[in-house]
């Protein structure tokens, strides 16, 4: 009994993901358009890396008052200051821009700074970066992400067809740009932790989102006829538990780590879990409903006929279809059951039970060798 799991997944849904596509297709249009317009008025509030200055993290003797020392640190003459809590009441972030006369005189504001703080403070972290290493990162940061979706374009052409592989680059543009709204929103740190990040979580918008296209090309070998709707609701409803076990798993390591982790990863951490999310709607949501709109090519026997070898013997019959994957329910889903799968297994004739001809126990008769054929 104790081994017995307290919860179990549904094996079989039967959910009708599409019939809100275009409701979902208008909220995250309206999610896009309203992170170019935050980017263009608001902006985001890049970090050091991006920026360029120098950031302190100090430790005070008792609980500092980030808005009293703001105060006496502006009249230092080294620029716009930031001061933030830095995850005890003791530990403040200090970032100032970067000083005209190079690292010289980057240190020397820097000493400048430690040296109005009360006394007993205690440094222990500085990071210096200059306008030049600022934007080398910035243009590398851009690249990484243009590279990144074209590298997964063509992999997803490659793998499947070219309206697949725009689905798949549109959902993950999706989730790129609402979490940098997000940041620029609420006024997060933009720094190369988010970055690096959000390279994450392409890379785990794009797993989700292949499985989900394979099963639909599966489907669209098997059920020809079934309208494009049906299928598609077919397929996320086959790969659902997969997906509630995948979400669920991240999420059961990233919780823990935005609690107890610390500050430092603390930004990092909230984008994997922002973006795990909206990853996961954008590949049932966003990817799948997409071959609606663009029209997905129903006919895959060609690519069959295609790949075959000129000259080579004619491939077997396809023996009795198995489970093909671990997450096909065991049962197919009614919509499925309406519609004739186009590689069913051929039933085979029972051969007729053999007739004994003779009763058991039948012994020749004496003189007559055994074995021997009948007379004529």
Not at 82 to 98: H, T
Not at 343 to 360: F, I, M, Q
């Amino acid at each position: 009994m104790l081994l017995k799991p307290l919860f179990r997944l549904p094996q079989k849904t039967n959910f009708h993901f599409v019939k809100y596509f275009r409701l979902c297709f208008a909220l995250s249009i309206i999610g896009i358009v309203g992170t170019v317009v935050l980017l263009f008025t608001h902006g985001l509030n890049f970090g050091i890396d991006f920026k360029g200055g120098t950031l302190m993290q100090v430790q005070t003797p008792t609980a500092a008052e980030a808005a009293k020392l703001r105060t006496t640190l502006t009249h230092l003459g080294v620029g716009e200051i930031q001061i933030q809590n830095f995850g005890k009441a003791d530990e403040l972030l200090i970032r100032f821009p970067e000083q005209e006369g190079g690292p010289e005189a980057q240190k020397v504001a820097a000493d400048k700074v430690l040296a109005a703080l009360p006394e007993g403070t205690k440094e222990l972290r500085r990071e210096q970066v200059g306008s030049t290493v600022s934007q080398e990162l910035i243009n590398s940061a851009i690249w990484a992400l243009v590279l990144t979706n074209l590298g997964i374009f063509a992999y997803v052409w490659f793998r499947f067809e070219w309206q697949f592989a725009l689905g798949a680059v549109i959902a993950l543009v999706h989730d790129v740009m609402l979490t940098i709204g997000l940041w620029s929103l609420f006024e997060l740190d933009f720094d190369l932790t988010i970055v690096a990040a959000l390279l994450t979580i392409l890379g785990y918008s794009i797993n989700d989102t292949v499985v989900i296209y394979d099963r639909i090309r599966e489907n669209l070998r098997r059920y020809k006829k079934m309208p494009l709707r049906q299928l598609l609701d077919l397929s996320v409803n086959e790969t659902m538990s997969r997906t509630i076990m995948t979400v669920a798993t991240v999420l059961m390591a990233l919780i823990p780590l935005y609690i107890f982790g610390g500050e430092v990863i603390r930004g990092f951490t909230f984008a994997m879990i922002f973006g795990t999310l909206i990853g996961t709607y954008s590949s049932v949501y966003i990817a799948a409903p997409f071959l609606i709109l663009i029209g997905v090519k129903r006919d895959w026997s060609g690519v069959e006929k295609a790949s075959a070898k000129p000259g080579a013997p004619a491939a077997k019959p396809a023996r009795p279809a198995a489970a093909p994957a671990e997450d096909r329910p065991a049962v197919e889903s009614s919509d499925a059951a309406a519609f004739e799968s186009t590689d069913a297994p051929e039933v085979e004739t029972p051969a007729p039970a053999r007739v004994a001809s003779k009763p058991s126990g039948y012994r020749p008769p004496a003189g007559r060798k055994a074995g021997r054929g009948k007379r004529r």
